[in-house]
Every structure is written in C-alpha cells, then in structure tokens.
C-alpha cells in the first residue's frame, strides 16, 4: 500500500509549482483530493469550481458549480502497519440554476462519485460516496444545492 511521498521533479497544480519535498501527509492528500477533482471534472466540462479558501463569483452565465471541502477527522494507530491513520471526508457541494429540477444536480453528482468511488490514488484510499442529499437553498435564490460525502483514509509515517 502506498504511502504519500511526492516523487515527481515537478508537478502543475493550478496556477503553482510544488516538488519532490512533502510538507505533510495530509497537505499531500489535499493535493491529490483536488488534482482528481480538477483533472477529472473541470477538463471535460464547463463547471467552475469554488476552491475553499480562494475568492470566488459563479460567472454569470454559469447554469452550475461545485465547492469542495475536505474535513479532516480523527487520526488513529494502525496495528497491521504500526502508522498513523488519519480519516477525513470528502464533502462536495453541487449548485445548479433553480427552476430546472434536480436532475441536473443529480448528473453531475454521480459524475463526482463515479471519481472517487472505492478508489485509491496515491495512498488515498476513497470509500463509498454517499448519493447527491438535496439542500434546502439559502437566500440566494438562483441555485439549487445538493451535496455528496466521499469518506477517506490516509496513512502517516512518522519520521
């Protein structure tokens, strides 16, 4: 089973480089969480992503948009390894324009799970994604929201 350690000479990942050096599993993780992510969903359709902690305006032609957030839970001693298991959750807001039904939130919700389900991509092991919950929508009326959940595990190597 692999263990997070980034090899590679250089690596793209939105608009900065990072290499070879690892600063932590779990800032690991979150790399690899998001490159699945971007790499999967915004590279075959036209669906802009709310990154957390990064500005963000739905362009005003937008008919959806996705805002990923990673929750990290407990850590815990793994007795078969002797490493540190950190478990998180993957949640996944899914907005599409109001008045159309839901049916649009549905589709690309089960885009997402199909990403993650029940894979594991560079020591990132995905669980079973829950299906798309619809969300009662807040003041802003122009989006209907639904969510998904994609549990994860992570092992650390303390050094």
Do not use: C
Not at 19 to 33: M, P
Not at 36 to 63: C, H, K, Q, T, Y
Not at 68 to 78: A, N
Not at 120 to 131: N, T
């Amino acid at each position: 089973m692999p263990i997070l350690h980034w090899t590679d000479a250089a690596t793209t990942w939105g608009n900065a480089e990072w290499s070879g050096v690892a600063t932590s599993e779990t800032d690991d993780a979150r790399k690899v969480i998001e490159l699945r992510l971007e790499s999967n969903i915004a590279s075959g359709s036209d669906i802009p992503i709310a990154w957390d902690n990064v500005p963000f305006e739905p362009p005003a032609d937008a008919e959806s948009f996705i805002e990923p957030v990673i929750l990290w839970g407990e850590g815990g001693l793994s007795t078969k390894n002797g490493r540190n298991t950190i478990v998180g959750v993957l949640n996944i807001n899914v907005y599409v324009v109001a008045g159309k039904g839901y049916g649009p939130m549905y589709t690309i919700a089960d885009e997402i799970r199909d990403i993650y389900n029940r894979v594991e991509v560079a020591g990132v092991r995905f669980g079973v994604p829950s299906p798309a919950r619809s969300v009662v929508s807040g003041s802003d009326s122009r989006w209907v929201q639904g969510n998904i959940s994609i549990p994860f595990t992570v092992d650390e190597v303390l050094v």
